[in-house]
């Protein structure tokens, strides 16, 4: 029988493979934060007892302190800067802050140099995140050769890899030229991968380096106003009407955004959003301060806006939470406001910021948590093994939040290799305490395990 809940094409390498039969034992954790605490026996990488005895013999143990078990994260969008910039992250670096963060896998973007619009950079890439071992590590193709907005990747070659290619974006960069959108839709229809676009039209964001408003006039930076981002969403919706086949928003960070999705979703157009935490708490009230580490692209906005985020990704507007980890070096941040890149990590302080925000505050509760951070972008992606239910014979992609613990962000304590979060000295109510990967613990006690012994 075909196993279509896992999709290694790589196995798991030396002493850091699950071994044949290992048995991990999960002492103590609350499924989806309901009801008794369980103990959770994995063997052989997959959930084999959910109700297990506490004198159970395994392998390892860990305790999870009546923690709340959730599915092991998925995020659609990171940079984890590997092939090119390993100064300010790896690989390596990244899947350890990933697992920190709960994460089992995660996507990262083609803006890397070289750009990841061939199949050998994706297979380098995957198979250096399969090595690591820490969290699954998709590689993003791009959709036009060397992000120059001017030719369509051979999605096919990307697809049929071993790195089994099945997003492509050039985020950082709209594909703005309509025609090539649409060529790269009606290409995309064929293969069932998702096109993720960056919305913003760069004929209106120009030297622009904050949202345009009465903040950004006060200040005298050059504005990024809400229609650079709604009108691409617009014209994007339209063509995946008209040419039949999905496109997804990243980074949604508008009210008018929401509307246009709305809308969109109203008439069945496969259109699909992501948005991040940073544009769901945080405004562009932060740049009084001219701090580079509060630039970003889409820049922070207004508290209309963050309201209206938080609603749609409450009521399924939105489809889920994406960080958009964005790790540069101080070199590219603590600069004058506009000569710092844009960017701000993420990866390690999501699951506690919608902790914080939806479940804290009481809107909603930890399956819905489960939903917008683990089964919905496995869904979009069509991920197999990740985003499952907690179910016996699952695969072990699982982690445990400490629903109650009391920490303080700092970039300094962070496993990626940059600092630059906008949460700095900032507290938290909730934290990932484990994150299992396919068996493995992946994160204990909050601290990441180590890599494969020559990536260390
Ligand atoms: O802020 C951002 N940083 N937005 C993007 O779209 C790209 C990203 C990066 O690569 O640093």
Not at 364 to 388: C, I, N, Y
Request: aromatic share 4%.
């Amino acid at each position: 029988m075909t196993d279509t809940t896992t999709d290694r094409a790589y196995p798991a390498t030396g002493a850091l493979a699950t071994a044949e039969n290992a048995t991990l034992l999960l002492t103590n954790v609350r499924p989806y934060g309901e009801g008794e605490p369980v103990n959770v026996l994995i063997r052989d990488g997959r959930i084999a007892d959910l109700d297990a005895a506490d004198d159970t013999p395994a392998d390892d143990t860990v305790d999870g302190h009546g923690g709340v078990l959730l599915p092991g994260l998925v995020d659609m969008h990171v940079h984890l800067r590997e092939p090119g910039r390993e100064d300010t992250e790896t690989i390596a670096t990244g899947s350890a802050a990933a697992a920190k963060g709960g994460f089992t896998a995660v996507f990262t973007m083609a803006n890397t140099s070289p750009v990841m619009d061939q199949p050998v950079i994706a297979e380098g890439v995957w198979h250096k995140g399969q090595h690591t071992n820490l969290c699954d590590v998709h590689p993003v193709g791009s959709i036009t050769k060397g992000l120059a907005g001017e030719e369509l990747t051979e999605f096919g070659m990307m697809a049929a890899s071993d790195a089994k290619v099945r997003m492509f974006s050039d985020d950082g960069k709209c594909v703005a030229d309509p025609l090539l959108m649409r060529r790269a839709i009606e290409y995309a229809k064929g293969l069932d991968v998702l096109l993720a676009q960056h919305c913003e039209e760069p004929r209106l964001t120009e030297g622009a380096v904050a949202h345009e408003g009465e903040t950004a006039a006060r200040l005298g930076l050059r504005g990024w106003p809400r229609v650079a981002e709604e009108s691409i969403v617009a014209r994007d919706a339209l063509l995946a009407r008209d040419y039949g086949n999905r496109v997804h928003i990243c980074h949604a960070s508008t009210e008018g955004t929401v509307e246009l999705l709305k809308w969109a979703k109203a008439q069945d157009i496969p259109l699909s959003a992501e948005v991040t935490p940073h544009h769901l708490i945080l405004t562009d009230e932060r740049l009084h301060t001219y701090d580079g580490v509060n630039r970003v692209n889409p820049p922070l906005r207004e508290e209309r806006d963050t309201l209206a985020l938080r609603q749609a990704l409450l009521d399924g507007t939105i489809d889920c939470v994406a960080t958009d980890h964005a790790p540069h070096g101080s070199e590219d941040k603590c600069v004058e406001f506009e000569h710092a890149k844009p960017g701000m990590l993420g990866l390690e302080t999501s699951l506690a910021i919608i902790a914080e925000t939806f479940v804290r505050s009481g809107l909603a509760d930890w399956r819905w948590v489960a939903k917008v951070m683990s089964e919905r972008p496995a869904e979009l992606t069509r991920l197999p093994g990740h985003g499952r239910p907690i179910a016996v014979g699952e695969p072990a992609n699982l982690c445990v939040v400490d629903p109650d613990a009391a920490w303080t962000a700092h970039g300094a304590d962070m496993a990626s290799k940059a600092e630059n979060t906008p949460y700095e000295g900032m507290g938290f109510g909730a934290r990932v305490r484990t994150t299992v990967l396919r068996g493995r613990v992946t994160c204990r006690d909050g601290e990441p395990a180590a890599p494969a012994p020559d990536l260390a």
